[in-house]
């Protein structure tokens, strides 16, 4: 039996925040796997020549969402495998915590069939992989601990365009 051959692969994404009352939600988007399994994750993608991981996140995000995002921060790093025609492949994804600055989810592009925000406590039911599902855990953990006794730090609801 042939080994398949074996590459690396690197990405970038976000966690994107923003606050309901007072409640933080987070934007994920579906696709459409082979054999019609629909998958709900967070945006990510592939860097352009050249550019840094931050870059690609914020274009990767924009594109995907249809948001204009800002990076308040890094988050961790998740790895996986998969296999994609006849080649297995080790992906690490960087991820950061985001909020929007403008855009509208109506703008997302084709890579998502739908975006749609959601609340942090629905991701754990709602995201199709748990390493996605244990990052937001940990970011929902650090947004916690960085705005205990606060009031909607981020403002109350989305700013104004950015389509629920």
């Avoid at 988007?29 to 945006?43: A, F, M």
């Avoid at 297995?88 to 890579?111: A, C, N, S, W």
């Avoid at 748990?130 to 855990?137: F, G, M, P, Y």
Wanted: net charge negative; charged share 25%; proline share 5%.
């Amino acid at each position: 039996m042939a080994r398949l051959r074996t590459t690396t692969a690197t990405s970038a994404g976000g966690i994107v925040v923003r606050f309901e009352a007072g409640d933080p939600h987070l934007v994920v988007g579906s696709r459409r796997r082979e054999r019609d399994i629909v998958t709900w994750t967070l945006p990510k993608g592939t860097p352009n020549p050249g550019e840094t991981r931050e870059q690609t996140a914020i274009r990767e995000v924009g594109e995907e969402t249809g948001l204009e995002v800002r990076i308040t921060g890094p988050l961790d790093s998740i790895e996986y495998w998969f296999v994609q025609r006849g080649v297995r492949i080790h992906k690490t994804v960087h991820y950061f915590l985001m909020e929007p600055i403008g855009g509208d989810l109506d703008r997302h592009d084709h890579e998502f069939e739908a975006v749609r925000w959601i609340s942090f406590a629905d991701a754990q039911h709602s995201l199709t992989f748990e390493t996605e599902r244990a990052l937001v855990a940990r970011a929902a953990s650090r947004i916690a601990a960085g705005h205990a006794g606060r009031q909607d730090p981020a403002g109350q609801g989305a700013p104004a365009g950015q389509g629920a």
